[in-house]
């Protein structure tokens, strides 16, 4: 089956310190990958987007994800975090063979601290 | 520039009631989705239209749900009859056509509560 695994409910980390919000999935052929964030009360928004080319793409906010074909995962990233990035973040999968529906996985909080 | 637009943002009604969700996507966008997110099942892509035509509704978890695109402009996703079980947060999204690989457009949702 194909599917998307966050395997953190809830991350925690210290304003300043570098996050790391892990994603991995389970799709044939070469999906497409996106990460979005939604925040209190909010619809989902548009982090950023792997299609093809560099394993490093750079999104809105300072994040950036690493894309790994080997281990299939595409981890969210981000050198500094800030209390304000405190919100759900959501990795999702459009996979080649159905390039309509995204395979969202199941969100992961993330908590900055001051 | 305006995102997806949804109404309304919150509706409480009793069940049994008819409700009404509506939604303006982003002008020149030719793909729609609905979703439901709740705490228990998360995210479920209930339908969506391509060019105004329902191309997938195996989401749409009962007969009681129903969805129509009259124009470009505009969807809504009727329950008829209401339950306390759908009692949830109705995301719309838009996508460009521009190709697959263009993201998804959410609007800010509605929230149903059914008593």
């Known amino acids: 089956a194909q599917s998307v695994a966050q395997p953190e409910d809830q991350v925690n980390v210290a304003e300043g310190n570098p996050l790391t919000v892990k994603c991995t999935y389970s799709v044939s052929g070469n999906p497409y990958l996106f990460w979005y964030v939604q925040y209190p009360n909010r619809g989902l928004q548009f982090l950023l987007k792997y299609i093809t080319g560099d394993n490093l793409v750079k999104g809105s906010y300072g994040f950036e994800a690493e894309f790994n074909k080997s281990q299939t995962s595409f981890h969210l990233k981000k050198p500094s975090a800030l209390v304000s990035d405190s919100a759900l973040y959501f990795c999702a999968v459009l996979p080649s063979y159905n390039t309509d529906k995204l395979i969202f996985g199941t969100g992961t909080r993330l908590q900055v601290f001051p | 520039d305006a995102g997806v637009i949804q109404s309304p943002r919150h509706e409480v009604t009793e069940m049994g009631q008819e409700v009404t969700l509506r939604c303006k996507p982003i002008s020149g966008h030719n793909s729609l989705f609905w979703y439901r997110q709740t705490m228990m099942r998360g995210l479920e892509l209930l339908i969506y239209f391509n060019n105004n035509v329902p191309i997938d509704d195996s989401g749409m978890p009962e007969d009681r749900f129903s969805a129509k695109m009259p124009n470009a402009s505009f969807s809504t996703l009727k329950i008829q009859p209401s339950e306390p079980r759908d009692s949830a947060v109705y995301f719309c999204?838009?996508?460009?056509?521009?190709?697959?690989?263009?993201?998804?457009?959410f609007g800010d949702g509605t929230r149903l509560s059914i008593l």
């Open positions: 999204a838009s996508r460009s056509s521009d190709g697959s690989n263009q993201p998804q457009h």
